[in-house]
């Protein structure tokens, strides 16, 4: 069978994290000063009625589409994200297929108060561990390169570090394999992982299987305000939009050109 790229990303993944290991142990990730504060809670602000559910995404690039904003910097685009009214934030900390770095989550955190998730690759213990380090609030868990019992250790792990966990799947089979208590949120990733096909219909059709006791969220592909409306007929309250925003020249700008339309339709105005 040929190697996928989500394949190709984990195994250099695993590599990376051992690497890493030896470099940074973890009694000095311990240490980093975001160890002992207090997370705040991406599920509560997904949930705020006076916010959109807008999760703003910073990332360099794709591997499905490569190079999306070598210039934009994080600092300016993260607040500014949040001054648009975003109700969290999300970081690419891949480097070698996305072009991200640790330092980017820490310094969004330097100036932001919201949740802030890693957007990683997560498939051991010591990952969360750096996430709680670099001070993000949550971790993501992607179902296509776990199983369910890793799901549960990682997410169990996470917990312990009062860090929330936001599980990613992208069909039923992975929703009903890994689904489990352990775990705050549910994404659907209308991004199909070992393709790189994109269709909102994933999230639609997996909408009435997720739990209503899971906050639903609908990951990529999102390029329309009125996709966000329609998708909250199906009970997502979140939405992860990255490519849209990244994708301009100034994403932050383009991020709050969008909630304004957004909130144009949720009050019934004309846009």
Request: aromatic letters at 8%.
């Amino acid at each position: 069978m040929s190697s996928t790229i989500l394949d190709q990303i984990v195994a250099h993944k695993r590599q990376e994290v051992a690497d890493r290991k030896n470099l940074v142990p973890t009694a000095l990730l311990e240490r980093s000063l975001y160890f002992t504060s207090q997370p705040v809670s991406l599920r509560k602000y997904v949930q705020r009625p006076d916010l959109n559910g807008i999760i703003a995404e910073y990332k360099r690039k794709s591997p499905s589409k490569g190079m999306l904003n070598a210039y934009a910097p994080v600092e300016r685009t993260t607040i500014g994200y949040m001054q648009a009214g975003a109700s969290a934030l999300s970081v690419l900390t891949d480097t070698a297929f996305f072009g991200g770095k640790s330092e980017d989550l820490t310094t969004a955190r330097k100036f932001n108060f919201c949740p802030i998730l890693r957007k990683d690759f997560v498939v051991e213990e010591y990952q969360i561990l750096e996430a709680k380090s670099i001070g993000a609030d949550a971790i993501l868990l992607i179902a296509a390169i776990l199983t369910k019992e890793e799901v549960e250790r990682l997410a169990q792990f996470a917990h312990s570090l009062q860090l929330e966990v936001l599980l990613e799947v992208h069909n039923r089979e992975e929703l009903e394999r890994t689904l489990t208590p352990h775990v705050d949120l549910v994404g659907v990733n209308n991004r199909n992982l070992h393709d790189f096909s994109v269709s909102i219909d994933i999230s639609k059709e997996l909408a009435s299987f997720i739990p209503d006791e899971f906050v639903k969220i609908s990951e990529s592909g999102l390029s329309e305000a009125s996709s966000i409306m329609e998708l909250r007929q199906y009970g997502y309250e979140g939405f992860l939009m990255g490519e849209t925003f990244m994708k301009q020249t100034r994403p932050e700008k383009a991020c709050a050109a969008f909630i304004d339309e957004l909130k144009k339709l949720r009050q019934g105005q004309p846009v």
